[in-house]
């Protein structure tokens, strides 16, 4: 905490001039306490920049509405925006607010939400099986794959999770290169929690690295324009090969 007083002042720190810092989680609350800008946020989960009016299709509301509340966003410090040539762009404003999002997915009550086709239903199964979780993936394909990992001894959790010499190894077998996951030192490793799962996944930059090369191999693609990734079938068959994965956790339900 940093309080404003100069040397020698004799003033009361209840003087009206004297000034504190402390967190503001009230402020931080109310940006998310309307469910436009949850969603908004949720959305951005997918790590993409977006364009106000792709925004606004992708939240359902009309595009001044979601101007207005993806200007309190940004002066809120939640979503970075920039500008190129006519159009405006907005993301989520980096790796933390993200991770800081899924978390509080994760913890929030759960509500019913009406499911009018059955389109609607398949992409909700699709997005609790697997999603872009900012930079890495998410759903119960990622739990799983963190579960096989660490069978196989690729994780540690003895202090954490860390991967170790057997997981370095297993990337390179993945044609995953040390660079990728940071040869300057001990690769990242931490954990999401999983909003659908309510369990760990793998994130950090080894997970980003296995999830990018998983899209390179073109063993996941992306959806249509939303979090979803869909699961090829040289993807099932890579899972199978590198994690031991069963057909029962390869498939969406």
Do not use: K
Request: aromatic letters at 4%; a positive charge.
């Amino acid at each position: 905490m940093r309080v404003e007083v100069s040397a020698g002042d004799n003033r009361s720190v209840t003087s009206p001039d004297v000034h504190a810092e402390e967190p503001d989680l009230a402020s931080m609350g109310a940006l998310l306490a309307d469910r436009t800008r949850a969603a908004i946020c949720l959305t951005l989960l997918d790590g993409r920049a977006w364009t106000a009016s792709e925004v606004a299709r992708l939240a359902g509301v009309a595009p001044s509405t979601a101007t207005s509340h993806l200007n309190r966003l940004v002066a809120g410090g939640l979503l970075a925006e920039e500008r190129r040539g006519r159009h405006r762009y907005v993301r989520l404003a980096d790796p933390g607010i993200a991770e800081m999002i899924e978390a509080l997915a994760a913890r929030a009550p759960r509500r019913l939400v009406a499911v009018r086709s059955l389109t609607a239903a398949r992409r909700h199964r699709a997005v609790g099986f697997a999603r872009v979780c900012y930079d890495h993936l998410g759903g119960s394909l990622a739990v799983a794959m963190t579960d096989a990992m660490t069978a196989r001894g690729v994780l540690s959790w003895e202090s954490g999770p860390a991967l170790t010499a057997s997981g370095a190894a297993w990337l390179a077998g993945l044609g995953i290169a040390d660079e990728a996951t940071g040869a300057t030192g001990r690769p990242h490793v931490r954990t999401c929690l999983d909003w659908t799962e309510q369990r760990p996944h793998l994130a950090g930059a080894v997970a980003a690295a296995v999830f990018h090369r998983a899209l390179e191999a073109s063993w996941l693609v992306h959806g249509d324009g939303s979090r979803v990734v869909r699961l090829t079938d040289q993807g099932r068959e890579a899972f199978r090969r590198h994690l031991g994965l069963t057909d029962e956790v390869l498939t969406t339900g």
